[in-house]
């Protein structure tokens, strides 16, 4: 947590409003002035008064990841402005739905072979019966059934118009990784 | 202004007249007053006019989707918002992708055991 209400560096916020970043500046912590991309795009999107607030109503253990968290999403929307991170959510929610069906294909394939392997009538070789096989569907991801029942499954209807997301590839990684100039989502 | 006459959710709000070219009055109808509040506590009407404005027309049904959706989840969730969402599904698939490799680890097993 950079804090830039120093004589000498008006933080990030401050430098952009063009204002005395006094001490106690409620952005100094969060919007330090190597980072002056961050907040111009929580500005664009947000506000700088929205944000105060939003910060106002949290507890102050919580303010950075909350930060954090806007310039994620202010920064995805400067990049899509239809979908904004709500791109991110349906190119990742197809990511699993695919890693899904590859995970019951190879778990068919595994059953398939380990009931191969194990003959009725004749005994069973060593060294194979060691191997256990795994059980099919472990449940990894129940998460997206939540997400499609409760948080509403996002997904953009096929347009006519040609607009072409720029969500084709997504770092892995939290949001944690993001908030400075330059860094991908 | 919404068919029939009457104002938008965004309009209704704001306590105001809902103009017959309402930048609002086709994305944040009147019988969904929670989805303009959401909206307008998170970005505030003259950020959502805006971004709407600069988008072709086509595409400001959507925009006005995703903003809501992610206003929703930021009211929801003040910290993270829908990138809480985004997190627990990297994680998803991070499971996923171990999962997988494992059982096509023991599948190479099998198919070794067979072909020897």
Redesign the interface.
Known sequence: MASSSSYNSPCAACKFLRRKCMSGCVFAPYFPPEEPQKFANVHK???A??VTK?LN??LPH?RE??VN??A??AEA?VRD?????????SF??R??QR??K??DA??A??IR??CN?IPTALPVPS??SS?Q??LPR?R??E??RR?NEG??L?Q??A?S?P?ISPWSDIP????NDGGGEGKNM | MMPGGGRCAACKYLRRRCPSDCIFSHYFPANDPQRFVCVH????AS?VAK?LQ???A??QA??A???S??AR??VED?????????????E??????T??A???A??S???S??ID
């Open positions: 999107i947000f506000g008064s929205n939003l109503e949290l919580q990841d909350a968290s806007l994620y999403e929307r402005p239809v979908y904004g991170c709500v791109g991110a959510i990742l929610q990511q699993v890693l899904q590859e995970l190879a778990n394939d595994l072979f380990a392997e060294g194979v191997i096989p795994m472990q990894p991801l998460f997206t997400i948080e509403g996002y953009p209807p347009y118009h607009y892995s990684g939290g949001f | 506590k998170i970005y505030g950020n971004m600069q988008l072709p086509n595409l959507e925009a989707d995703s903003l959706f992610e989840h930021r003040p910290v993270y918002g829908c990138v809480g969402i985004i997190h627990r599904l990297h998803q698939i991070h499971n996923a992708e999962q997988l494992r059982t096509q023991q599948l097993v099998f198919i055991t067979r």
